[in-house]
């Protein structure tokens, strides 16, 4: 059974970090794009990060670029997002998506086959 879950999620002070994960179970990461994705109150899903199964190539939105990293270990079959100088414009909720048929990630949504059920990040002083 394929399941996504994310986790580390939680409050943090602006200008703090957080680094969330997305645990994989019932496939390999060797062969399927990941992506990260938020969704904030009233507002539409957001793709934001990803990275590709094949070479690990990774890509950002502009919101987050230079701010966030994504990273994977497949061996522990875990994507992580490390998120650093956050803002109150990044609270969301965050999931984590997994491509069933590609290897190169993308960030739009309807791409990903498989989704974990997020967890939320608040960025408030």
């Known amino acids: 059974q394929v399941q996504l879950v994310e986790s580390g999620g939680g409050l943090v002070q602006p200008g703090g970090s957080l680094r969330l994960s997305c645990a994989a179970s019932?496939?390999?990461?060797?062969?399927?794009?990941i992506g990260w994705f938020r969704q904030a109150p009233g507002k539409e899903r957001e793709g934001i990060s990803c990275i590709n199964s094949s070479d690990g190539r990774t890509y950002y939105a502009d919101s987050v670029k230079g701010r966030f990293t994504i990273s994977r270990d497949n061996a522990k079959r875990t994507v992580y997002l490390q998120m650093n100088s956050l803002k109150p414009e990044d609270t969301a909720v965050y999931y984590c998506?997994?491509?069933?048929?590609?290897?190169?990630?993308?960030?739009?949504?309807?791409?990903?086959?498989?989704w974990g059920q997020g967890t939320q990040v608040t960025v408030s002083s």
């Open positions: 019932g496939f390999s990461l060797d062969y399927h794009a």
């Open positions: 998506g997994a491509d069933r048929t590609r290897a190169r990630c993308s960030l739009r949504g309807y791409e990903y086959d498989y």
